[in-house]
């Protein structure tokens, strides 16, 4: 899933690539990760006009809306494992794939939130996360790579089922049920958020410390430089 500036966008794609490649199976610009990709930020307005169709609480427009949402998450997980299997990553794509991931995802849940089916502060929860691990991973990425989780791919497949079922309008038991579906996607998004805190810290910390220890060999070296460039 995620094409950011290799592992900005985290639970996602890595770097790499094959230079020279062409079509859509080749790294260019028009590969089949980027139109998958670019596929799935086009449904995003589609996905609001259903979800707000008819004011917002017919069945059947909210089962489209559901239809639309779960083309989205399938064509992610498509490009993720496409990239990953055929190392195609292009610049356009590390910019795309972690801003068409937020964008559905945000989408649906502001959708859900505007009609009154999902709490505020549930929607706050989930975006803060997201927004604030990319950013995170922006501001640790000179000194390294966070990796993918188990936990964060946890996480994300928990949000998506459960943002599928409040989509979706559901009877009885089914109803209560994704609540604690969206309880669990709850709980998952503030551990692995805190994790990847913990790891860019950490990350940091150690990049520091490697440049503090390279600093004074590198000025050794120019000092040595300097030496023999006179007595030239």
Request: net charge positive; with cysteine.
């Amino acid at each position: 899933m995620s094409n950011v500036p290799a592992a900005a966008a985290g639970e996602g794609r890595p770097a790499g690539g094959r230079a020279g490649a062409t079509g859509l199976m080749g790294a260019g610009l028009w590969n089949i990760a980027n139109v998958l990709t670019m596929f799935r930020l086009v449904l995003v307005p589609g996905f609001v006009l259903l979800m707000l169709a008819d004011g917002g609480h017919d069945p059947a427009w909210r089962a489209w809306a559901w239809a639309a949402f779960t083309v989205a998450m399938i064509t992610d997980l498509f490009d993720g494992e496409l990239a990953r299997r055929h190392n195609l990553v292009t610049d356009f794509g590390k910019i795309a794939d972690p801003i068409a991931d937020k964008a559905i995802m945000g989408a649906a849940l502001i959708c859900l939130s505007l009609l009154g089916d999902l709490p505020w502060w549930v929607t706050a929860v989930i975006l803060a996360r997201e927004l604030g691990i990319t950013a995170l991973r922006f501001w640790v990425i000179r000194h390294g790579v966070i990796p993918a989780s188990r936990g964060g791919k946890l996480k994300t497949l928990a949000q998506g089922v459960a943002v599928g079922m409040y989509i979706l309008v559901l009877p009885g038991l089914l109803a209560s049920a994704r609540w604690w579906v969206m309880a669990a996607a709850v709980v998952l998004t503030v551990g692995t958020g805190l994790d990847y805190i913990r790891q860019a810290v950490v990350l940091r910390r150690a990049g520091l410390a490697a440049q503090e220890r390279t600093r004074p060999a590198a000025a050794d070296a120019t000092a040595q430089a300097a030496r023999e460039e006179t007595e030239r």
